[in-house]
């Protein structure tokens, strides 16, 4: 299983440029979430999704879209970058039925590597 | 919403030493409290996580404790070792809401030779 992996790994943008970013789990996870990582302010939630067709606003979802066509994938879009928006993005995901794996928490989310956006 | 603090930002400890990372939590109905560890580059993982109706849980080196009336919850690692040299950050969520994590603001630790 390749677990959690996003496309791309880095990106550099121009303001006002669009972009989309992927987001894919193979462990047929129901729910899964964006979550903007920046210095000294930990993990914040943008969106979360709770299984496919389905999406919610987290934290800071202002500048944000998703979308959730498949189950396994779930895509994070900026529409017109600004360089506010220059951070690390990661994916995760979370199981909702079944046994955890081995040594794992049933409410553990899985993260993705990253991907780190700059946006000048 | 919820709000979740974490103290120290740093920490430094010598190789050997205990380490412990205190956070507390605004939102009394939160019942759920992990704690990651992200190495640097890397993605967050897991490494224990404690709900409610329970007060300790350790494995191995790490343990975590929550005081529900005080609406704190502490990480503590024992014999530390460079390999446990991270950032580590603790979360809260309340089960039946998509299981949203509140992330506090992370904790440095260096484990020094």
């Known amino acids: 299983n390749a677990g959690v992996t996003q496309t791309p790994k880095f990106r550099v943008l121009k303001t006002g440029q669009s972009m989309t970013l992927l987001c894919a789990q193979d462990?047929?996870?129901?729910?899964m979430y964006w979550y903007r990582q920046d210095p000294g302010m930990g993990l914040r939630l943008i969106h979360y999704?709770?299984?496919?067709?389905?999406?919610a606003k987290g934290e800071v979802p202002d500048g944000y879209n998703v979308s959730r066509l498949k189950k396994q994938n779930f895509l994070l879009g900026l529409e017109s970058a600004a360089p506010s928006q220059t951070s690390v993005y990661f994916c995760?995901?979370?199981?909702?039925?079944?046994?955890?794996?081995?040594?794992?928490?049933?409410?553990?989310?899985?993260f993705g590597p990253g991907t780190r956006l700059t946006v000048l | 919403g919820e709000n979740v603090e974490q103290h120290p930002s740093t920490l430094s400890v010598q190789e050997g030493d205990s380490a412990v990372i205190k956070c507390t939590y605004s939102?009394?109905?939160?019942?759920?409290f992990p704690w990651y560890k992200q190495e640097l580059g890397k993605r967050p993982q897991l490494i224990i996580d404690i709900r409610s109706n329970v007060g300790e849980k350790k494995d191995q080196r790490i343990a975590v404790t929550l005081n529900k009336t005080a609406k704190h919850f502490s990480l503590h690692i024992t014999e530390t070792q460079p390999e446990d040299s991270a950032v580590y950050f603790c979360a809260a969520s309340l089960s039946g809401t998509a299981s949203k994590l509140t992330f506090g603001t992370g904790t440095r630790l260096q484990v020094t030779l």
């Open positions: 462990m047929n996870h129901e729910y």
């Open positions: 939102d009394s109905a939160s019942n759920y």
């Open positions: 995760a995901s979370r199981m909702t039925s079944g046994a955890p794996p081995r040594g794992g928490s049933y409410n553990e989310q899985f």
């Open positions: 999704s709770v299984g496919e067709g389905t999406t």
